[in-house]
């Protein structure tokens, strides 16, 4: 989960703002959960419209390993390993503040089937295999950042894995699912609600064609 601050951006290793931790309540696919949030992580005064519709859109299996890329202070990450409560996800920020707030709120909410990272994107966790990735990703980051962590998570992904990730529609969500499609073959909206679309994107033939416009 990415935005800007002030003079910087929510995906800097260290927020240039200083640390004002507070707390947060939300309920998320029918569970209350508390979280501990802070300045220079994005959603610090609430869980945002757009987690909000990941949250409720993802679909993910008991036994599904995961990796939640941009985590935040882990909402996304958090839920999904209480929906993959025989699997396992990793959760990863850049942002050394969001991971320590990750931390404490796996703890906080009792969520042991997790693994907190410091690193960009999917580099951090090259070597190893997922079934599903979740982003909200950080479109203020420029597209050549947003599409090189795209090819990362493909290269984590096993074969048939999923990338779900949600997009504000002014900020060029269809585009960037038809970038997306052409990485990994093919990509599907799942949900459009509040201003943002969530699209699913499977691993496959990365020559496959773009999806149509009525596809996403």
Partial sequence: MRGPVVGSHYFDERPPVASRPRKIRARLRGREWTFVTDRGVFGRDAVDAGTRLLIET??????????????????????????????RVVLVDVNARAVHLAEQNAALNNVSNVEVLLGDG???????????????????????????????????????????????????AKTLAREVAAIFGTVTELAHKSGYRVYEAVKGDATAPAPTQRDV
């Fill in 122 to 172: 999917g580099t951090v966790v090259a070597g190893r295999t997922f079934d599903v990735a979740v982003t909200n990703p950080p479109i203020r980051a420029g597209r050549a950042t947003l599409l090189r962590l795209v090819r990362e998570v493909g290269d984590v992904l096993r074969p048939g894995g999923r990338l779900v990730f949600v997009v504000r529609t002014a900020q060029g």
């Fill in 58 to 87: 993802m679909r993910l299996a008991p036994t599904d390993h995961v990796l939640d890329v941009g985590c935040g202070y882990g909402p996304v990450g958090l839920v999904a390993a209480v929906s993959a409560s025989a699997g």
